[in-house]
Protein backbone atom coordinates (compact mmCIF):
# COMPACT_ATOMS: atom_id res chain seq x y z
CA UNK A 1 0.00 0.00 0.00
CA UNK A 2 2.92 2.17 0.96
CA UNK A 3 4.68 1.84 -2.42
CA UNK A 4 1.13 2.54 -4.21
CA UNK A 5 0.82 5.58 -2.52
CA UNK A 6 4.20 6.71 -3.37
CA UNK A 7 3.96 5.64 -7.23
CA UNK A 8 0.87 7.67 -7.40
CA UNK A 9 2.53 10.92 -5.99
CA UNK A 10 5.53 9.89 -8.35
CA UNK A 11 3.54 9.99 -11.25
CA UNK A 12 2.14 13.98 -10.90
CA UNK A 13 3.37 16.27 -13.04
CA UNK A 14 6.05 18.14 -11.39
CA UNK A 15 3.47 21.78 -12.28
CA UNK A 16 0.65 20.03 -10.69
CA UNK A 17 2.35 19.63 -7.95
CA UNK A 18 3.69 23.06 -7.49
CA UNK A 19 0.45 24.11 -8.12
CA UNK A 20 -0.93 22.18 -4.97
CA UNK A 21 2.16 23.11 -2.90
CA UNK A 22 1.06 26.71 -3.51
CA UNK A 23 -2.71 26.30 -2.69
CA UNK A 24 -1.78 24.52 0.50
CA UNK A 25 0.08 27.46 1.48
CA UNK A 26 -2.50 29.51 0.94
CA UNK A 27 -4.55 27.70 3.04
CA UNK A 28 -2.15 27.64 5.89
CA UNK A 29 -1.58 31.58 5.51
CA UNK A 30 -5.40 32.28 5.53
CA UNK A 31 -5.60 29.63 8.37
CA UNK A 32 -2.82 31.66 10.74
CA UNK A 33 -5.01 34.85 9.85
CA UNK A 34 -8.21 33.47 10.99
CA UNK A 35 -6.44 32.25 13.90
CA UNK A 36 -4.63 35.47 14.83
CA UNK A 37 -7.88 37.47 14.12
CA UNK A 38 -9.56 35.11 16.48
CA UNK A 39 -6.94 35.79 19.38
CA UNK A 40 -6.71 39.27 18.69
CA UNK A 41 -10.33 40.34 19.13
CA UNK A 42 -10.56 37.58 22.06
CA UNK A 43 -8.15 39.83 23.57
CA UNK A 44 -10.00 42.59 22.84
CA UNK A 45 -12.93 40.87 24.65
CA UNK A 46 -10.74 40.32 27.45
CA UNK A 47 -9.38 44.04 28.04
CA UNK A 48 -13.31 45.80 27.30
CA UNK A 49 -14.90 43.26 29.63
CA UNK A 50 -12.12 44.47 32.12
CA UNK A 51 -12.92 48.11 31.61
CA UNK A 52 -16.35 47.44 31.23
CA UNK A 53 -16.25 45.78 35.01
CA UNK A 54 -14.02 49.01 36.12
CA UNK A 55 -16.60 51.57 34.68
CA UNK A 56 -19.55 49.73 35.99
CA UNK A 57 -17.95 49.86 39.49
CA UNK A 58 -17.22 53.68 39.10
CA UNK A 59 -20.91 53.78 37.83
CA UNK A 60 -22.37 52.11 41.05
CA UNK A 61 -20.85 54.30 43.47
CA UNK A 62 -22.25 57.32 41.37
CA UNK A 63 -25.68 55.62 41.52
CA UNK A 64 -25.38 54.72 44.83
CA UNK A 65 -25.01 58.52 45.70
CA UNK A 66 -28.24 59.90 43.57
CA UNK A 67 -30.87 56.96 43.88
CA UNK A 68 -32.86 59.12 45.67
CA UNK A 69 -32.92 61.72 42.88
CA UNK A 70 -33.37 59.14 40.49
CA UNK A 71 -36.08 57.79 41.74
CA UNK A 72 -37.57 60.97 42.51
CA UNK A 73 -37.84 61.77 38.93
CA UNK A 74 -39.01 58.14 37.88
CA UNK A 75 -41.85 59.10 40.42
CA UNK A 76 -42.58 62.36 38.57
CA UNK A 77 -42.75 60.88 35.56
CA UNK A 78 -44.76 57.85 36.80
CA UNK A 79 -47.42 60.13 37.99
CA UNK A 80 -47.27 62.33 35.12
CA UNK A 81 -47.50 59.21 32.77
CA UNK A 82 -49.94 56.91 34.45
CA UNK A 83 -52.66 59.68 35.00
CA UNK A 84 -55.81 58.42 33.99
CA UNK A 85 -56.74 60.68 30.48
CA UNK A 86 -60.26 61.97 29.86
CA UNK A 87 -61.84 62.66 26.75
CA UNK A 88 -63.81 65.92 28.58
CA UNK A 89 -61.87 69.02 28.78
CA UNK A 90 -60.75 70.50 31.90
CA UNK A 91 -59.73 73.90 32.22
CA UNK A 92 -58.37 75.47 35.00
CA UNK A 93 -57.51 79.32 35.13
CA UNK A 94 -56.48 80.10 38.33
CA UNK A 95 -55.96 84.46 40.20
CA UNK A 96 -52.78 84.51 42.59
CA UNK A 97 -52.88 88.10 42.82
CA UNK A 98 -54.66 88.01 46.26
CA UNK A 99 -52.46 84.93 47.62
CA UNK A 100 -51.02 86.08 51.32
CA UNK A 101 -49.11 86.08 53.38
CA UNK A 102 -46.37 84.56 50.80
CA UNK A 103 -46.85 85.18 47.15
CA UNK A 104 -47.15 82.20 44.61
CA UNK A 105 -44.47 82.14 42.56
CA UNK A 106 -44.63 81.82 39.13
CA UNK A 107 -42.97 78.14 38.96
CA UNK A 108 -45.30 77.29 41.94
CA UNK A 109 -48.49 78.79 40.18
CA UNK A 110 -48.02 76.49 36.90
CA UNK A 111 -46.98 73.28 39.11
CA UNK A 112 -50.17 73.83 41.26
CA UNK A 113 -52.72 74.35 37.80
CA UNK A 114 -51.23 71.29 36.28
CA UNK A 115 -51.69 68.82 39.47
CA UNK A 116 -55.27 70.58 40.09
CA UNK A 117 -56.39 69.78 36.45
CA UNK A 118 -54.72 66.18 36.54
CA UNK A 119 -56.63 65.31 39.77
CA UNK A 120 -59.91 66.43 38.22
CA UNK A 121 -58.92 64.39 35.48
CA UNK A 122 -58.27 61.41 38.24
CA UNK A 123 -61.34 62.59 40.22
CA UNK A 124 -63.73 62.20 36.53
CA UNK A 125 -61.92 59.10 35.41
CA UNK A 126 -62.61 57.18 39.17
CA UNK A 127 -65.94 58.67 39.65
CA UNK A 128 -67.06 57.02 36.14
CA UNK A 129 -65.34 53.72 35.91
CA UNK A 130 -65.53 53.37 39.57
CA UNK A 131 -61.75 53.02 39.68
CA UNK A 132 -59.70 53.65 43.05
CA UNK A 133 -56.84 52.93 41.80
CA UNK A 134 -56.70 56.76 39.58
CA UNK A 135 -57.52 58.57 43.03
CA UNK A 136 -53.99 57.37 44.57
CA UNK A 137 -51.24 60.34 43.78
CA UNK A 138 -53.17 63.44 43.38
CA UNK A 139 -55.40 63.05 46.62
CA UNK A 140 -54.63 62.03 49.91
CA UNK A 141 -55.89 62.47 53.71
CA UNK A 142 -59.80 63.63 54.06
CA UNK A 143 -60.10 64.37 49.93
CA UNK A 144 -59.19 60.83 48.97
CA UNK A 145 -61.19 59.35 51.83
CA UNK A 146 -64.42 60.97 51.17
CA UNK A 147 -63.48 60.18 46.98
CA UNK A 148 -63.05 56.41 48.28
CA UNK A 149 -66.34 55.97 50.23
CA UNK A 150 -68.39 57.80 47.06
CA UNK A 151 -66.56 55.03 44.58
CA UNK A 152 -67.40 52.18 46.96
CA UNK A 153 -71.05 53.37 47.66
CA UNK A 154 -71.32 53.76 43.28
CA UNK A 155 -69.82 50.23 43.10
CA UNK A 156 -72.52 48.64 45.40
CA UNK A 157 -75.37 50.51 44.00
CA UNK A 158 -74.27 49.87 40.44
CA UNK A 159 -74.20 53.62 39.87
CA UNK A 160 -71.56 55.61 38.22
CA UNK A 161 -71.04 59.53 37.52
CA UNK A 162 -69.89 61.46 34.39
CA UNK A 163 -68.10 65.37 34.64
CA UNK A 164 -68.68 66.95 31.26
CA UNK A 165 -66.65 70.18 30.49
CA UNK A 166 -65.46 70.91 33.03
CA UNK A 167 -64.51 74.68 33.62
CA UNK A 168 -62.72 75.49 37.25
CA UNK A 169 -62.19 79.29 37.76
CA UNK A 170 -60.04 79.06 40.80
CA UNK A 171 -58.54 81.80 42.93
CA UNK A 172 -55.42 81.07 45.69
CA UNK A 173 -56.65 82.75 49.36
CA UNK A 174 -53.91 81.97 51.54
CA UNK A 175 -49.98 80.86 50.88
CA UNK A 176 -48.39 79.63 54.31
CA UNK A 177 -45.21 81.75 54.56
CA UNK A 178 -43.19 78.56 54.42
CA UNK A 179 -44.71 77.36 51.08
CA UNK A 180 -46.17 73.79 52.46
CA UNK A 181 -49.61 74.50 52.04
CA UNK A 182 -52.10 76.56 49.94
CA UNK A 183 -56.07 77.22 50.05
CA UNK A 184 -57.92 77.97 46.73
CA UNK A 185 -61.83 78.81 46.01
CA UNK A 186 -62.88 76.68 42.79
CA UNK A 187 -65.96 78.22 40.83
CA UNK A 188 -66.74 75.27 39.31
CA UNK A 189 -68.68 74.30 36.49
CA UNK A 190 -69.62 71.60 34.50
CA UNK A 191 -72.01 69.07 33.11
CA UNK A 192 -72.89 65.81 35.52
CA UNK A 193 -74.20 63.10 34.29
CA UNK A 194 -75.50 60.64 36.85
CA UNK A 195 -75.99 56.76 35.34
CA UNK A 196 -77.68 53.05 36.16
CA UNK A 197 -76.41 50.26 35.05
CA UNK A 198 -75.51 52.16 31.61
CA UNK A 199 -78.19 54.03 31.40
CA UNK A 200 -78.71 57.98 31.42
CA UNK A 201 -80.49 59.22 34.58
CA UNK A 202 -79.71 62.49 35.47
CA UNK A 203 -78.23 65.17 33.08
CA UNK A 204 -77.28 68.53 34.12
CA UNK A 205 -75.69 71.35 34.12
CA UNK A 206 -74.44 72.46 37.39
CA UNK A 207 -72.10 75.35 39.10
CA UNK A 208 -70.40 74.21 42.01
CA UNK A 209 -67.89 76.01 44.71
CA UNK A 210 -65.03 74.06 46.66
CA UNK A 211 -62.44 74.73 49.03
CA UNK A 212 -59.68 73.09 48.81
CA UNK A 213 -56.22 72.80 50.31
CA UNK A 214 -53.11 71.58 48.30
CA UNK A 215 -49.66 70.23 49.79
CA UNK A 216 -46.31 69.74 48.16
CA UNK A 217 -45.63 65.97 47.75
CA UNK A 218 -41.83 65.17 46.95
CA UNK A 219 -42.75 65.78 43.20
CA UNK A 220 -46.01 67.58 42.53
CA UNK A 221 -48.83 68.74 44.77
CA UNK A 222 -51.69 66.44 46.25
CA UNK A 223 -54.98 67.93 47.09
CA UNK A 224 -55.81 67.29 50.87
CA UNK A 225 -59.36 68.93 51.37
CA UNK A 226 -62.40 69.47 48.73
CA UNK A 227 -65.05 70.60 50.39
CA UNK A 228 -68.15 71.81 48.55
CA UNK A 229 -69.32 74.73 50.16
CA UNK A 230 -72.85 77.25 49.16
CA UNK A 231 -70.36 79.80 48.49
CA UNK A 232 -67.52 81.86 49.24
Known amino acids: MIALATFHIAMIPTSLLTAMNTIAMAMIGLTLMAITTISVTTVAMTVNFARRRRVLSIGSSIRSRSTSRIMALLTASLFLFCTPRSNAAVNVDMNVSHAGPRTVESLTERGIVRD ?4 WISLAHALEFNALGALSGPFVSTAKESLVNTVSSQQHSGLSTRYLNQNHKVEAVYYAPE ?3 IELHDAADYQLQIFDGGKLVHDE ?5 YVVLMTPAADHWVVRQLQAVPQF
Open 205 to 209: HVVMH
Open 179 to 181: GDV
Open 116 to 119: YRIA
